[in-house]
């Protein structure tokens, strides 16, 4: 008899999120569950992974196989994991704090590495969780947090620059509040056989009510994406606003997994020791 | 030449130490020695020591073979062999010679350096650099070998077996001259010791490093996947491993920092695969808040460190017991686990498959405490049999609906299920969790959980393993790790003289089997605590867990010297006066 084919809240845990009221990341988990009811997955061959903060509370929600790690090293642990257990469909999730300052170079090795997994970043450039701290993505003047009274000064960090030069073959970014084009886009990355990198525009209601304006000036790329020219790619992400959507850049690259067939015993390594 | 004195000066044991620039194959002559006195039927321990150079700079190889099992330097060499003298004076503290001392060296190398003649050491010159020239290929290592052989009795046969399987990678024509140069070296001066060590009949035996053997315990115990990040003096461990692990199926992942390392066994052992990482002092610093996640989230995982001089970046190259505290103490919270140390090179195999097993069957996180004085020295050793320890992880295949993955269980070990197990699913957790797994900052969900994390640590079963106990006696002495191999030699001596001791090795550290070691130091009038760090960290912990008595003192010695027997005997005698 033919099992029943799954509806996205199928894919729902029931456990309430703590999130607050509009946050942009029930968006994301609307679309992940969709995503994952388009594709037909096995829940329990499905493992999700975060770390820590608002968006890496997002495995609970979520039917399947869990893992709320610690600060940063959400994709440590899901390359771990993804290396022992090739099989799984391996889903990474987290936010711009998480994943491009403390992670930051897990997020490096992660695209060099190019294990078969999606990495969802919930942007909103503020640290939710510990209160309203400018991440590496607040652009520099941003003064609202006490802890920056005259902005951070420095730079934005550029996610899809970085994961383009650290080699990841795809690159994507969507938006909380265009949830059908999200579902679109997560479905694309997790066929995507390699390290796809989903950058989703997710607004703080509470600490970046800024944000709301973000519907004003989402809008999709205006060049041909996705492209598969690297070269091509670099200079779409640099003359990008960072508000454009869609997926940037998808080529194959070889996937790195270790497949080791057994081929011996271990009393037979032992023997190299006789003398 | 009068050899008459040139007997052994801790009884039934020859020891040698070779010395060298770097790239003269002192580490190399060592070695060959080392196996040459196994094919002679002696069990035996290679130390080395160089500086912090990569290439260049200066090496010392250190051999002392016994037709017992050698888990120690002693106090003094019977035999220095000079390849030249270039930074001898490095090696002045880790190489003591006596007036019984014998030294090999070549004139053409220039005069015997004064602090070596002030020991009155017999002095032996034999023309290495002459003979070597005279060959093709000639190494001056291996006419000094000949020379080392005659002096320590071990016949040509058994040299020329070690120098063909030592040298087997370099080619034919390597070892013919190696072995044209060696019995050059060997004739020149036919006079052995005298007399020399006892005959024993040939047996079957392991030459292996400490570092190896922490390798093999790892495999026996069924780790199939370690992610890593080198670190001296860790690495050989991970090198030896990574072509290994592949042929039993399994894999060894370069992680890009230790951070990563600990959380990528994690996430493998989540996946149901058991998991180990190794590294030093510094990683294992970076790794310890992965520790408290794996052991909040009851994922096992085992980290073998191999400790090395410290704090920070420390003295990397040489060895010090001196990361008990944090190994014991590091993690934030209340977080009881695991640790371990092994008591000797060999006994390496048997701890690391000890430690993994009981990560897995409990559910947390053990920590093996090697050290580089295991894990860099090379170890003839009786083969360590194959043993059955029969813990794993209990793995629930078709959990039925009231599977919560932390329930608390009469024995305090809860059910637990893979990924890809339907009926299974749950959300793995640093944040402090019901048993269901749903975080929770309720009071009870808190304690429920606590006591659990405890209890099954606390109530297991450890068995006899926990310690080596030898002897009986008003003395007492108590260490634990590699400076087991030194206090059971001093107490075989001490017994020689007809006095009674008693020590105790403990290899499992956490949780202290206090009831037991309590039991067995009733009643001793002295109790001496011998480490290797400074601040007598073990004989801390000890009088913070309420197990010894007023009078018990400390012999905290820091490395990178290694504890002599004679140190140990001094501080028995200083507190036998008190």
Redesign the interface.
Known sequence: MPVPALKAKDYKSGIKPVWCPGCGHFAVLAALTKAMAHLGLVKEDVAVVSGIGCSSRLPAYIDSYGFHGIHGRALAAASGLKAARPELTVVVAGGDGDGFSIGGNHFLHACRRNMDMTYIVMDNEVYGMTKGQASPTTRPTWRNSKMTPHGTGIPRFNPAAIALAAGAGFIARGYSGEPSEMTRLLVEAIEYPGFAFVQVLSGCVTYRPDQRGWKEVVHPFINDVPTEDRIKAAQIIQADDGKATGVIYASPYPVWQPENEKETELALLEEEFSL | MNNENKVSQTTGSFSVAITGSGGSGAVTAGRIVL?AA??CGYQGLMTRSAGPQIRGGESAAMVRFSADPVECMGDCYDLLVALDWLNIERFADEIPLSEKSLIICDPAAGEVPVQLRSNRAEIREVPFKVFASGLPEGRINMVALGAMAMVCGLPLEAMEASVS?VLQSKGEQVVESALRAMSLGYNHDRHPVNPPLPQVKKR?????TGN?ACG?GA??GGV??V?AYPITPASEMLEWLAP????????L?Q???E???????????????P?LTATSGPGLSLMV??L??ALV?ETPVTVVNVMRGGPSTGIPTKSEQADLDIALYGLHGDAPHLVFAPLSIRDCVFTTQWAVQLAEHLQTVSLVLSDQSLGQSQA?IE?PA?NAIPWKRAIETEPDAAFMRYRITADKISPVTL?????????????EHNER???SSMASDHREQLNKRLLKLERFDYGDDWAEIEGDGDDCIITWGSTAGVVKEVARLLRQQGRAIRTISLRLLAPLQRQKLGQLIEGAERVLVVEQNHAGQLFRYLHAQAVLPEQAESLAQPGPLPLRPGRIIRALADSRVS
Not at chain 2, 260 to 272: D, P
Request: hydrophobic letters at 40%; aromatic letters at 6%.
């Open positions: 196996e196994a094919h399987g079957s035996v392991w030459s292996i190896q093999v495999l026996r199939k996947f992610a290994r692990l592949e042929k039993l199926g399994g894999s992942l992680a890009e920092d951070l990563a390392s600990i959380n990528m066994i994690i996430g493998a052992s989540f996946g149901g695969v998991s808040e992965g408290g996640l989230s003839i083969a194959a990924p890809g197990t339907p009926g299974g699913m749950y959300t793995a957790d640093g944040l797994g749903t975080p």
